[in-house]
């Protein structure tokens, strides 16, 4: 038998080390293994589906609104674990697969910049 429990979002992404640009590892780590265990992971697992029309499949159509709203909820719960300082500089993107992806390009080199300096 299945449970299914209602967790506050706002209380799941309060879980989260906020990013402040020099700990991009763990807090890459911390999004997705939350949002993987909400099960909102799919946007950042795959590409946006092809726009749906008329003559899609049903499964073509449920795909692309539960890819949908994994995206925008993912999107929503990565900007709500960043800094308000690092937030400001980073590019709005349609895509929560983007969105990661900018925000590793800019500051992995930070954070690996600072390990360094740690094991010295």
């Known amino acids: 038998m299945a449970y299914i429990f209602a967790i506050p979002f706002n209380s799941l992404s309060s879980s989260v080390t906020v990013f402040n640009g020099l700990n991009f590892s763990e807090w890459r780590e911390q999004v997705q293994f939350h949002l993987g265990v909400m099960d909102l992971d799919l946007a950042l697992l795959n590409d946006k589906p092809a ?7 049903a499964d073509k159509k449920s795909f692309y609104k539960v890819w949908e709203r994994s995206n925008r909820l993912s999107l929503m719960f990565m900007r ?8 400001s500089t980073i590019s709005q993107t349609e895509s929560a697969r983007e969105y990661l992806k900018f925000v590793e390009e800019r500051f992995r080199s930070a954070d690996k910049s600072l390990a360094g300096t740690q094991m010295a």
């Open 80 to 87: 709500m674990t960043i800094s308000n300082n690092i937030k």
């Open 51 to 57: 726009a749906i029309t008329n003559s899609s499949s």
